[in-house]
């Protein structure tokens, strides 16, 4: 062999990968299809069978109905729909989620006496969403032994010494899980929110849910009335002074005119319509003082109150006030959440509370530019007030009247401008009255809470199903595909020999045994190839030995070394059917049994004589080592009893001519030898055959052994003539390049396969 040439073992490659060789590797391993999707369908049944089903009960809440706005006498609607922008919802959707709402829905439907309202820490906790702590606690109680029972009564007095804590602490326990089964969620485009709560009852669920929406109404119609109360209170006695002021400032004007002799003026000289006109002024400047004292009393009150001018108009109305409180609601509302997740001092809600600590001096500071400027108005308008009276005192006085005249009109213009300021304040206090007695409400309930009919979870099971099943073949496939690349087999003929670029000289088929009065396993295999030559059968040992012809080999004697990487693949069947079938095409066919441990041939025959092992040791002669079988014409050499070891006689000179003189005799010579991964008797003889023949087991050929029986060869893989693979089924000859044409009636190869 020159250096150039190539050997199988160099041809070894991996093989292109197409559709059918991936489905057809997949079908290999139809037993993964057959278990794991029905186990992830019985997974699912049992997860679905585990968890509790949940029920969910909505409402639809109505916060701001534009139609439905009533009107006061002035003709001003309360509320508008600017009033209700993103920050004014989400601020609502965070009153409905507030702890303290939720504390008191907890405390009247007495929440912590219900099972699903209980958390328990450790490992009960996920045991209890999932409906089996009741299982593992009471088998727990039933594994403990008694005098466990001490630590419980221990924590049972700890707790009666101290019930409240014990009632506060399962009160907090039950709003939080509240807050946990409760959602708020806006419908896009409308004023209205879906308030849904989801528990295991559908009963709870429906009395939850309308509970919490009942909380939020009282909760906004409190707010108002308080609103509205305090409003009124300021109001009342800003009324009950003016008042006073106003019959003080009358009896005086009264007191003077009686004293004086005074009498009201009117419209005269010129001096005097001055007079008229700078009273007039007058009074406007004292009731525009007395507005802007009001408000500057009222802003100072709410600034000492909170400190942000809340419920004053001129607070309301700045944009950068609005701007802080949004600001201030939405830090307020991370740093709760922040402080339930990370504890109060986690570096995250200190930096929350130190921003919002920024956001107050900020509203503390825009309050007092607030307040400065309504004290420049104030005093703006207490300067015009003084200028006007200056001009009214140097008018009078050049005129010559008294100062009791002065006076006189001083208590007038007083008197006035406190009674228009009485009626202002008059009419804005019947005004919140009103409101006050027509209980108006912005938000009401437009659907109520209803009873679940059908669970929220779990829903559309079928898809569930459907996934799992899904999912279940995908393992299948993927744990196929692993298969295949970890421990690859050899699916067909065409795989091989892309593998291993070795051709495969044919397949023997698989098929019926034939009844028991038709003969042993010698007629059903060997005499049936020499007995019926035009069975299907026969033509499968005839292709084969036909290949071996035509691998390259000249005419004359042939050595065939059938072998095969692992025990049972057949090679010793297959070398008996070449010895047949050779017999039985009148070639002089000699079967050599150089198998010394198994004896597989020898026993076929059933000779027990002198063999192949007493001719290398010297024995025996050629003739008496030989025996002819009469039923199929072939010479058969027996294996003999070896008393050396096997590989040593085997791989000894002697052998080698034992082989040179036989192939003088014989025109067909077939070694049946072990196999080439359990012994190294293969390898000695593959150096004395003319052509080796593999034996491949189709049902489960690996490809790591196949590589490693190439490996082994080594140099002798070039005596490689083809693959046979044996134990091949009528549906499977196609692939192994054998159609059904021969096959209707094949029978079975029997004896060691």
Known sequence: MSPAASTPEDKIEDAPVDLRTVLGRL?????????????????????????????????????????????????????????????????????????????????????????????RGGVNGPLDRLGLSRIVNGLQRLVEPPNAAEPHSTAHLKTARNPAKAAAERIDTATKILGERLRVDPVPFSYVFVVSVTLHSPELAQLVAAKVVDEYLVDQREARQSALQQTALWLKARLSDLKSRVVESETAMEKLKAQSGLSDTGKGSVNEQQITDLNAQLMVARAEVAEKRAQLQQAQQASASNGALEGVAEGVSSPLMSQLRLQESELERRAAMLQSKLGERHAEVLAADAQLAGINKAMRDEAGHILADLQNGFDIAERREQSLETSLQRLTAAQGESGDYVKLQQLHRVAEADSK???????????????????IVGARIISPAGLPAAPSFPRHILLFYLGAGGLGLVIAAMTALLAEYFWPTVASGVDAEQMFGVPVLGALPVAPQRGPGRGNERENMVQTVVRTPLSPFSEAVRTIRVGLRLSGWHDGPMVILVTSCLPGEGKSAL??????????AHQRSLLVDCDLRGRTVSQYFGEHGPGLAELLAGSADLAGATIRDAATGCFVMPAGISRDGPGDLLSSSRMGEIISRVKSDFDYVVLDSPPLLSVVDALALAMIADKILLTIDSTHARYDDITEAFRLLGPQTARVAGMVFNKVSRRQLGRYRYGGYYYGEAVAAGGER
Do not use: H
Request: with cysteine.
């Open 421 to 439: 300021l009485y009626e202002t304040y008059l009419s804005k206090y019947n005004e919140i009255n009103t409101r006050a007695s027509l209980q």
């Open 27 to 119: 079908a290999r391993r139809w037993k993964l299809f057959a278990a794991i999707p029905p186990l992830c369908l019985v997974a699912t049944f049992a997860i679905f069978r585990s968890i509790p089903v949940a029920y969910q009960s909505e409402v639809q809440l109505l916060i701001f109905d534009p139609q439905g706005q009533m009107e006061v006498a002035n003709g001003q609607p309360q509320e508008s729909a600017r009033d209700f922008d993103t920050a004014t919802i989400n601020t609502e959707i965070q009153v409905i989620k507030s702890t303290a709402l939720l504390r008191r829905v907890a405390q009247e439907l007495r929440l912590d006496e219900y099972p699903e309202f209980e958390r």
């Open 575 to 584: 070398a008996m059917l070449l010895a047949a079938s050779a017999a039985g």
